[in-house]
């Protein structure tokens, strides 16, 4: 027996050593999002992806400028059909289109290496009250259908990334071999999961523990990492789960049997840890959770219920978003593994090794010069009375998520809080003189107003992939992050 014993160990460590050798091949992705003041020029972050030995990429749309960028790199891509187009591509001809210019055109030697189109995002969350459950199955079948059409069908897929809420373990169970998908949506998740089984398509979930804890003061913290809880769900079947991704993920396994697909691929196109805007959103829980989950990839363990096997994840995401809605939290606009300037925020080992490394930053950056605008220390009374005012509009069309409770700015006195928004105003203005003003409050200075813990940033120079984006969306994203900042700002104690 012992001889026996020994020998199983030796095949299951070979098993092991050769599973490295394929994650390592088949790597990581990230999520490649723009809603930025200040986007990176796409060169340059592909430059970084590279240099990072990402080859893998998911896009929230089919932007040319991006799409030019990757074309001729070798990064497997995920392109993304927005939310407000999948009602037009309930017409067959208009998905036909849609192939055309944003698959089609890409491919030929050198061009970009489509892997999947991404069909809407997360177009079944709860919070969007329905408004896209009718039109996302028909124009996932016609996008594959384009894709059959076009000759791609067999080497590129069309897959929904969907939020974790579109399935549920019932309320007495809150068990993952219970998980079923969410009653109001199950009959159309059974006939998309079908689907998806026919054509080849994996199934892509996004996966966030962090907001597990945000929703949750009584969430038991260690349950969101990786390293191991005191408080393990057990489940009826007597597995254990001592992390909520893993539970998450084997939730939707189940559901997946239920409905059954038992079989079906999974990838998982979000999963990270924010690093501002929320008492848990920081720079340690985000390394711990990054450094947790990179070792657990790269061991190809799997889960309890896929065990020893590959799992496809994209990070979220790449770089710091700072024209993204707040509507979820103020940490929305922070999920980063790299700052907005792409600078690394933290150590990182992407290998999973756990090594003491960071993250290659982004190469040949250029920043505005260093000016940053405050609170005039000698403005008069009069222009003081009007502070208030001043503070939202700036924070209004700029980004003052790190003010909040629980941020990396907050506790400064109404004098730092002035200056941190009139700061972040006049970045977003690209320094422009009459964005200083503030009706006499602000003035222009060359010496660092930040602090150990308070960053009062210096943007980058806009990228010519910036201006080529139409003003009237920049000008809707800010009109609504202003909305939300100001309700935060209005609550806050
Ligand atoms: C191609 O994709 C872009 C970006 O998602 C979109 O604006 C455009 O309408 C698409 N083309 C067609 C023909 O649908
Ligand atoms: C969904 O409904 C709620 C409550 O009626 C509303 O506040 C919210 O704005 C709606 N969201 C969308 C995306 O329509
Ligand atoms: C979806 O279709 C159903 C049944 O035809 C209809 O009652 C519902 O109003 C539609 N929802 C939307 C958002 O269009
Ligand atoms: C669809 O699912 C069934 C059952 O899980 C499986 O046998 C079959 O291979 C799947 N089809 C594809 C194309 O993956
Ligand atoms: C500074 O701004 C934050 C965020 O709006 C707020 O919570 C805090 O109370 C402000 N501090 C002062 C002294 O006004
Ligand atoms: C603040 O930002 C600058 C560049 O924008 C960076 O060089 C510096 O390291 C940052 N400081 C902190 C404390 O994050």
Redesign the pocket.
């Known amino acids: 027996m012992a001889g026996s014993g020994d020998w199983m160990l030796a095949v299951v460590a070979f098993a092991a050593a050769a599973a490295v050798l394929l994650s390592e091949a088949e790597g990581l992705g990230v999520n490649w999002g723009t809603m930025a003041s200040h986007p990176l020029p796409p060169r340059a972050v592909v430059r970084m992806l590279q240099d990072n030995g990402i080859n893998k990429v998911k896009l929230f749309d089919a932007d040319a400028g991006t799409m030019e960028a990757l074309a001729g790199s070798g990064v497997e891509v995920m392109v993304a059909i927005p939310n407000n187009l999948l009602d037009l591509l309930t017409d067959y001809d208009a998905a036909r289109d849609w192939v055309h210019e944003n698959v089609s055109r890409y491919s030929f030697d050198g061009g970009v290496n489509i892997k999947y189109v991404a069909v809407g995002n997360e177009p079944f969350l709860s919070s969007l009250n329905g408004t896209f459950l009718n039109v996302t199955f028909p124009a996932l079948q016609n996008i594959q259908r384009a894709l059959y059409d076009a000759g791609h069908g067999d080497t590129i897929k069309a897959t929904v990334p969907l939020n974790a809420d579109v399935y549920n373990s019932p309320e007495n169970m809150q068990v993952p071999s219970a998980g079923r998908f969410r009653p109001d949506i199950a009959d159309l998740m059974t006939e998309i999961v079908?689907f998806l089984?026919?054509?080849?398509a994996p199934f892509t979930v996004n996966i966030y523990p962090f907001l597990s804890l945000y929703g949750n003061d009584n969430f038991p913290l260690d349950y969101a990492f990786f390293d191991g809880t005191t408080s393990p769900v057990v489940d009826t079947n007597g597995i254990q789960y001592t992390n909520v991704f893993d539970a998450n993920f084997d939730t939707l396994v189940s559901a997946l049997v239920a409905a059954?697909?038992?079989?079906?691929?999974i990838v998982v196109g979000e999963v990270g840890w924010p690093t501002d805007g929320d008492k848990n959103a920081r720079v340690d829980l985000a390394q711990r959770f990054y450094a947790g989950l990179l070792r657990k990839l790269a061991s190809n363990a799997g889960t309890p219920l896929r065990p020893n096997q590959y799992v496809e994840v994209y990070l979220f995401s790449l770089v710091d978003e700072d024209a993204k809605s707040v509507a979820p939290g103020n940490f929305e606009r922070h999920w980063g593994i790299l700052r907005y300037d792409g600078q690394p925020k933290y150590a990182m080992d992407l290998t999973g090794q756990g090594r003491n490394t960071a993250l290659v930053a982004a190469r040949g950056v250029a920043y505005l010069p260093r000016v940053w605008c405050v609170l005039n220390p000698r403005a008069t009374p009069d222009a003081m009375s009007r502070i208030g005012d001043n503070v939202n509009y700036a924070c209004t069309y700029a980004d003052c998520t790190s003010l909040g409770y629980g941020s990396t700015c907050n506790g400064m006195d109404a004098a730092g809080n002035a200056s941190y928004a009139f700061n972040a105003y006049f970045q977003v203005q690209n320094q422009v003189e009459e964005s200083c003003g503030f009706q006499g409050l602000a003035v222009q200075t060359q010496q660092d107003p930040s602090t150990n813990a308070c960053n009062f940033t210096i943007q980058i120079e806009p990228s010519a992939a910036a201006g080529r984006r139409p003003a009237v969306v920049a000008v809707t994203v800010a009109t609504a992050v202003l909305v939300s900042v100001l309700a935060v700002m209005v609550t806050a104690p």
Do not use: K
Request: aromatic share 0%; no cysteine; net charge neutral.
């Open positions: 079908q089984n026919q054509s080849g059954g697909v038992g079989g079906l691929p």
